[in-house]
């Protein structure tokens, strides 16, 4: 059985999104992970239903291998970011291309198995390209992840210094992208920018400017994954 998950944080928690699925706690060598079955697809909250686990404390091995159980064989992932080029407006989303991960090492291998080539899934990245195209939602076109390690923001120095080879910053996508290749998931990614990274706007950045965008975000977010969600659902890339 080859299904379609929808992994998301930020971005949907506290949402009706996927209200009525049914409840699987799957249980795996790393741990056990609860799951959203919605049929079509399989809905993963990566801060949790119980409780929230800050992104620092997050296992993408263990909510990658709990997907690859329910029987997923790609990923849509959605991930609050911030901008870190101020033509990269609040309200944007955008498919990522290309990520930064320098202190986050995520795998699960200590061996050589580890050393692997990573990246998004190029003809899957397709796929929610078009998705999003013939449903008429915005969404643009590339960019670079700067994954941190969280859960604080960053400093004004620390948003100069990875503004020069990122367009967003986040504190997830890539350990799950490089994790998901491993158990052999595709993996694209949409991030939904919520803020302005600290600096970039007129103003230094508040927790209270955040969670308002992000709020704002969260409705459409959940609009655009009632448009695309069937057509990502019977797609094979």
Known sequence: MERLAVAAG???LGSP?????KRTDVQTPL????LLDAGDFVYLQRHGLD???APHAIDPGAQMTALREAGCDRVLAIGSAGSLRPEIAVGEFVAVSDFISLV???SLHDDAAGQRVPGFDLEWRAVLLDSFAAAGLPLRDGGVYWESVGPRFETPAEVRMIARDADLVG???ASESVVAAELGLRYAAVCSVDNLANGIGPQPLSVEEYE????ANRERAQHALVQVIPALSGAQA
Do not use: H
């Open 31 to 34: 741990g056990t992970v609860p």
């Open 212 to 215: 308002a965008a992000k709020a």
């Open 17 to 21: 999104f996927a209200a009525n699925a």
């Open 104 to 106: 986050k090492r995520a």
């Open 10 to 12: 930020n971005t949907l």
């Open 51 to 53: 409780s929230y686990s």
């Open 171 to 173: 504190m997830t996508i």
